[in-house]
T-cell receptor, first 110, second 121 residues
Framework: QKEVEQDPGPLSVPEGAIVSLNCTYS??????FMWYRQYSRKGPELLMY????GNKEDGRFTAQVDKSSKYISLFIRDSQPSDSATYLC??????????FGPGTRLSVLP | GAGVSQSPSNKVTEKGKDVELRCDPI?????LYWYRQSLGQGLEFLIY????????KSGLPSDRFSAERTGGSVSTLTIQRTQQEDSAVYLC???????????????????FGPGTRLTVL
């Protein structure tokens, strides 16, 4: 079992749809949970991060962490074609242990 | 302001040749990371530099891989005797400080360069 699992997609949705992206993990020591967005031929950029369990909202984006289930989610409301990218989850504990998921490729169709 | 830059953007080489990949971090960033991204595999951590401390080389896949960081700024990743399985995008990231070691939140985020796409024929 990989340390972080993520559905690779690709995921195609119509413009305006609600998108749900998910990751599961096995290491209960992870405390910090991040979502990165990566456009084609570009490096990843940090979208959101959360610490421990709970929700965090930023505009159209909501990140959820359920540590008891070792499951994290990113929701995108009113999705736009500009949201088309690969979304990578990443997680870390206090030390040098920064683990990325394989990424989910999202296409939002106009 | 200037972000993280990497060169070359693309590199095609023959099996068995050595390659050098360069990363220019954001000025003032003390932490620098190298990752490898293969299709469907996510980002694989390779090596980490923090200030003048000894680098964390725990992610390097073999002794054919090495990296240097001169003067706490520019870093070079060297792959000797390249193999076809080395083909991937090599990403560099820098951050202002390593907040993880300090036990703080990751608000000092890692800023990634555009990557170098390496193809070994």
């Amino acid at each position: 079992q990989k340390e972080v699992e993520q559905d690779p997609g690709p995921l195609s949705v119509p413009e305006g749809a609600i998108v749900s992206l998910n990751c599961t993990y096995s290491n209960s020591a992870f405390q910090y949970f991040m979502w990165y967005r990566q456009y084609s031929r570009k490096g990843p950029e940090l979208l959101m991060y959360t610490y421990s369990s709970g929700n965090k909202e930023d505009g159209r984006f909501t990140a959820q962490v359920d540590k008891s289930s070792k499951y994290i989610s990113l929701f995108i409301r009113d999705s736009q074609p500009s949201d088309s990218a690969t979304y990578l989850c990443a997680m870390s504990n206090y030390g040098q242990n920064f683990v990325f998921g394989p990424g989910t490729r999202l296409s939002v169709l106009p | 302001g200037a972000g993280v830059s990497q060169s070359p953007s693309n590199k095609v080489t023959e099996k068995g040749k050595d390659v050098e990949l360069r990363c220019d971090p954001i000025s003032g960033h003390t932490a620098l990371y190298w990752y490898r991204q293969s299709l469907g595999q996510g980002l694989e951590f390779l090596i980490y530099f923090q200030g003048n401390s000894a680098p964390d080389k725990s992610g390097l896949p073999s002794d054919r891989f090495s990296a240097e960081r001169t003067g706490g700024s520019v870093s070079t990743l060297t792959i000797q005797r390249t193999q076809q399985e080395d083909s991937a995008v090599y990403l560099c990231a820098s951050s202002l400080e390593d907040s993880f070691l300090a036990g703080g939140p990751p608000y000092n985020e890692q800023f990634f360069g555009p990557g170098t796409r390496l193809t070994v024929l």
